[in-house]
């Protein structure tokens, strides 16, 4: 009982945190639902920790609930992380697109050119 | 027959003058990219007689390349050849390189250091790395090349336009192969000189280019 009055704390914070991240405007919309969702479905997950108990037993695994929790947020973390990446990896490649367009529109005409330019 | 050499440097101010010099005594144009250097690889270009293009930030040798290739077809150019700015690469090397193209025999001809040239490579890079390259090169992209990361390639017109890279680093030379035997464009490999220095692609270079081209492939 007391792990999980602690762990809905943690969750209220960070809901706490996301509202108020929404009212200075630091987040898209999309961002906002997407981790007020998350919080949100932590917060059930743990308050339905004993069914979920019931439910893994039901369908065949070894561990208890809170386990299984973790191995699906774990996997949910590394998906997050590689969608980041390709994100990061898309941007890198419309920078290469604008640095190659500029090079292309004005060659080096003369060493005063790269002097004013830096 | 324009022939256009597209020559990527990152702080090359070194050799970059030595190697226009040469370069240019086989072809009717030098290139140079200056990919976001901090010495004076750029302004040593342009005194030499080059085209210089300058990337205000690195973005890598593909990009580079690219950025050259893609200026020497929109100013007319029949023949690219991609040769390095560190002086690896021998200039005398250029009419061997594109004679297939020019006698019409291949859109795209590779350089290798493996066929009958003279190339001092360490040990390590000739029995592990680049055989690890090759077999990756051939499982993965279906392309048999002795050398795949030989950055001395000769491209025709028409291949370049087809060969439409992404990759901005050194996966590129994987990548130029893959589209080559997507394009179903015809290749050849000729042997060429190449003197070692310190640096060149270690084994970790080698990951790094596998992740990048596993990433590409999820990028529209």
């Not at chain 1, 609930?65 to 990446?85: H, P």
């Not at chain 1, 004005?106 to 790269?114: A, F, G, I, T, V």
């Not at chain 2, 580079?64 to 002086?87: C, E, M, S």
């Not at chain 2, 290798?112 to 990756?136: D, I």
């Amino acid at each position: 009982m007391l792990q999980k009055v602690l762990a809905l704390i943690i969750i209220a914070f960070f809901l706490a945190k996301l509202l108020w991240q929404q009212h200075e405007r630091k987040l898209s919309w999309t961002e906002f639902f997407f981790w007020l969702l998350f919080w949100l479905l932590s917060a059930v997950a743990i308050l339905m920790l004993d069914d979920i108990d019931r439910l893994v037993a039901k369908l065949g695994f070894s561990g208890n609930g809170i386990e299984v929790l973790l191995y699906v947020g774990f996997a949910l973390l590394l998906y997050l992380m590689f969608r980041l990446r390709l994100k990061l990896e898309k941007i890198e490649h419309q920078l290469t697109t604008l640095v190659s367009a500029m090079a292309q529109q004005k060659p080096l005409e003369s060493s005063q050119d790269n002097k004013e330019d830096k | 027959m324009k022939i256009v050499c597209v020559i990527p440097a990152w702080n090359e101010a070194k050799t970059i003058v030595n190697v226009i010099q040469d370069v240019k005594k086989h072809v009717d144009e030098v290139i140079v990219v200056d990919d976001g250097s901090e010495d004076k690889t750029a302004n040593l270009a342009h005194s030499a007689g080059a085209t210089v293009l300058v990337h205000r930030l690195n973005r890598g040798q593909g990009a580079a390349l690219r950025t050259g290739t893609i200026y020497a077809l929109n100013h007319g150019a029949d023949i690219i050849v991609h040769f390095d700015a560190d002086g690896q690469f021998t200039a005398q090397d250029i009419p061997k390189v594109i004679a297939p193209i020019v006698q019409g025999e291949a859109d795209i001809v590779f350089g290798s250091r493996f066929l009958g040239a003279e190339h001092n490579m360490p040990p390590f890079k000739k029995r592990v790395v680049l055989p690890l390259a090759r077999l990756f090169n051939l499982v993965f992209l279906g392309v048999r090349v002795r050398d795949p990361q030989n950055g001395f390639r000769a491209l025709s017109a028409k291949a370049a336009r087809q060969l439409n890279w992404q990759q901005d680093r050194m996966a590129h030379c994987s990548e130029i192969l893959w589209l080559t035997r997507k394009a179903k464009l015809r290749y050849q490999e000729v042997g060429v000189k190449v003197k070692y220095n310190d640096f060149g692609q270690k084994m970790s270079g080698g990951w790094k280019i596998i992740g990048d081209l596993f990433l590409g492939r999820f990028l529209k």
